[in-house]
């Protein structure tokens, strides 16, 4: 079974490492759609986004996209000789247990077009979790399947039993521990 990784990303530099790492070895590709522009907010010079996503093995689509899920399906289309692509925002990380563990939950769930997991986001550190956010992104989609607005996909998702650690929040110094 091929799995890719597709990560979307605007001046994420400090967050490029941890991301790959955190998919290296189940993964057999890790693509990362750089956004030239914020969806929201005010537009800043660009960081070094890109050579990190070099420097760590990964390959870039530099773009603008007006919509995330255009962004995201777009990256979607260039993997389509895969049978999966976990989806994640460069924020979005999996322990290597989990991350081996949703790969065997991919391969012995072959008939599944979409999933999603719970995640813990946290606030400042990694020692404080944002507590309410029930919110479960979409996690790996089956070739064929399509966004169709934020965080949302054209089939029914089906929930993993793992965990995503999204350190959105987080200060950089607290980002790789």
């Not at 692509?85 to 979409?114: F, H």
């Not at 995503?164 to 200060?171: D, K, L, Q, S, Y």
Request: aromatic fraction near 10%.
């Amino acid at each position: 079974m091929k799995i890719a990784a597709m990560s979307i990303v605007y001046n994420e530099e400090p967050l490029i490492e941890g991301c790959i790492k955190s998919l290296q070895g189940i993964v057999d590709k890790h693509l990362f759609m750089v956004s030239t522009k914020p969806f929201y907010g005010e537009e800043q010079e660009p960081d070094n986004t890109v050579a990190a996503i070099k420097a760590w093995g990964g390959e870039a689509i530099e773009g603008y996209w007006p919509k995330e899920h255009t962004m995201r399906n777009q990256g979607l289309d260039e993997l389509s000789e895969y049978d999966f692509v976990i989806c994640t925002d460069a924020d979005m990380w999996l322990t290597q247990r989990t991350a081996t563990e949703l790969r065997s939950l991919l391969e012995k769930n072959p008939y599944g077009d979409a999933f999603v997991a719970p995640q813990v986001a946290y606030w400042r550190d990694t020692d404080h979790i944002l507590m309410g956010d029930d919110f479960m992104p979409v996690i790996a989609v089956r070739r064929g399947t399509k966004f169709v607005h934020i965080g949302n996909v054209d089939k029914t998702p089906t929930i993993l039993p793992i965990l995503i650690h999204h350190i959105n929040w987080c200060a950089p110094k607290d980002i790789l521990k």
